[in-house]
């Protein structure tokens, strides 16, 4: 793994990144780090242009990127390109998971806050939920998708209405029950989930605090997710 790309994954997405050094397997957490890394590169676009035509042309880039590899034609020479060609074609990656990554950040060009639940929640499917399962067919090719569904969500959503996504009427009588109803749903379901899997979700494990309305500090971070690794539990 190019020692770039996990600082880029480490400065851009530090939750997954210390979710990430549970995994022993250096060749597993170098795959999950390339998945990482193509998520922050889709995530930064907006923060770098100046206006959404820019944005759309830069994510139509990475788009034909994506389909040089699943089309298996010559990838272009990109440090985090390469790293991901590289998952995708070991690991049997997910081609409509991985575009909906880039789908969701067509929509961020134009920074929506978000007045319906269900378009919040497509939203949330289409980025925290298809992250975790990207990364759980790293680690446990065959497990059920399903299983990180709903505290991938719960996350998602808390990290959706830390970052001012969602109008105030969502963000106060519409999110904090939907947060606690899929992490309890979500409980049960993870308990089924092979010990190697659970890198995938224990970003989760953060959840309850971001949904206080603030960000945790990274001391309270490593130790919540390390608490959740010993017990299985976000």
Do not use: N
């Not at 793994?1 to 851009?12: G, K, N, S």
């Not at 925290?128 to 998602?156: M, N």
């Not at 919540?224 to 976000?234: E, K, M, P, Y």
């Amino acid at each position: 793994m190019d020692d770039d790309i996990e600082a880029e994954v480490r400065r851009a997405d530090p939750d997954r990144w210390l979710a990430s050094r549970l995994i022993s397997d250096a060749a597993l957490r170098s795959d999950v780090l390339a998945v990482l890394a193509f998520d922050a590169e889709l995530a930064r676009v907006r923060a770098v242009v100046s206006e959404a035509l820019l944005g759309d042309i830069r994510l139509t880039w990475w788009q034909e990127a994506l389909d040089e590899i699943t089309e298996h034609r010559p990838v272009r020479r990109h440090p985090t390109v390469e790293a991901l060609a590289q998952a995708i074609q070991i690991r049997d990656l997910s081609p409509v998971l991985l575009s909906s990554l880039i789908e969701a950040r067509i929509e961020d060009l134009d920074g929506v806050v978000f007045d319906d639940p269900d378009k919040a929640m497509a939203h949330i499917d289409q980025t925290s939920v298809a992250l975790s399962a990207l990364i759980l067919q790293i680690l446990s090719p065959g497990t059920d998708l399903h299983a990180v569904q709903a505290v991938s969500r719960a996350y998602g959503l808390a990290r959706l209405r830390l970052a001012g996504r969602l109008t105030a009427e969502l963000a106060l009588d519409w999110a904090p029950p939907r947060i606690r109803d899929d992490l309890a749903a979500g409980a049960g379901a993870i308990k089924a989930l092979p010990v190697t899997a659970f890198p995938a979700i224990a970003h989760c494990a953060l959840t309850q605090g971001l949904a206080k309305g603030r960000e945790l500090g990274p001391l309270t971070k490593r130790a919540l997710i390390f608490w959740a690794s010993l017990t299985g539990r976000v």
